[in-house]
T-cell receptor, first 117, second 113 residues
Framework: NAGVTQTPKFQVLKTGQSMTLQCAQDMNHNSMYWYRQDPGMGLRLIYY???????DKGEVPNGYNVSRLNKREFSLRLESAAPSQTSVYFCASSERRGQGGMNTEAFFGQGTRLTVV | GNSVTQMEGPVTLSEEAFLTINCTYT??????LFWYVQYPGEGLQLLLK?????DKGSNKGFEATYRKETTSFHLEKGSVQVSDSAVYFC????????????FGKGTLLTVNP
């Protein structure tokens, strides 16, 4: 059981380049999330998808776009990378059951370490 | 909006010492509370949770009690081990936030032999 799988694990981009971070989960979860982790900042939500076909902005959406391709997959795209987007990116998923998912935990991928030079 | 405040790290302890990591929160409604742990080079994984006031979550010797009156969810362990060295995150989820997880900034714990 793979859980949440992110690709790639590491990436170096030049300023202005674009790329897509891929995420897939095999737990049949409805909700999926993208976070970025920066030193001293904890995890900040970029975008989330409460269910297939819906996406919403989180705390720090500027410079990013997302696509919920199907129930399993949720991708994050950087159209024109900037050094400020150097970070570790985590994808997560959770179930929605009982009170809309109030009590359910999130499962995280291993992360993508992105450096923009 | 929702927020989580954790004690500043890093925290360095000797093996078998007592651990407390403070966590307080601000949230709409009645949130669920979580502690996640991140071991070096890995993603986050759930350590324990509590879903209503006065609940105690526990796992691997760690405990935390949901205190609504003080809006706190402090993490404790009676005797830490070197293998507990990791970053610990307090988090909450509330209906008012459309069930998104809000995290604290994390506390780095280092346990020395």
């Amino acid at each position: 059981n793979a859980g949440v799988t992110q690709t790639p694990k590491f990436q170096v981009l030049k300023t202005g380049q674009s790329m897509t971070l891929q995420c897939a989960q095999d737990m049949n979860h409805n909700s999926m999330y993208w976070y970025r982790q920066d030193p001293g900042m904890g995890l900040r939500l970029i975008y989330y998808s409460a269910s297939e076909g819906t996406t919403d902005k989180g705390e720090v959406p500027n410079g990013y776009n997302v696509s919920r391709l199907n129930k399993r997959e949720f991708s994050l795209r950087l159209e024109s990378a900037a050094p400020s987007q150097t970070s570790v990116y985590f994808c997560a998923s959770s179930e929605r059951r009982g009170q809309g998912g109030m009590n359910t935990e999130a499962f995280f991928g291993q992360g993508t370490r992105l450096t923009v030079v | 909006g929702n927020s989580v405040t954790q004690m500043e790290g890093p925290v360095t302890l000797s093996e078998e010492a007592f651990l407390t990591i403070n966590c307080t929160y601000t949230a709409t409604g009645y949130p669920s509370l979580f502690w996640y742990v991140q071991y070096p080079g890995e993603g986050l994984q759930l350590l324990l949770k509590a879903t209503k006031a006065d609940d105690k979550g526990s796992n691997k010797g760690f405990e935390a009690t949901y205190r609504k009156e003080t809006t706190s969810f402090h993490l404790e362990k009676g005797s830490v081990q070197v293998s507990d060295s990791a970053v610990y995150f307090c988090a909450l989820k509330s209906g008012g936030s459309n069930y998104k997880l809000t995290f604290g900034k994390g506390t780095l714990l280092t346990v020395n032999p």
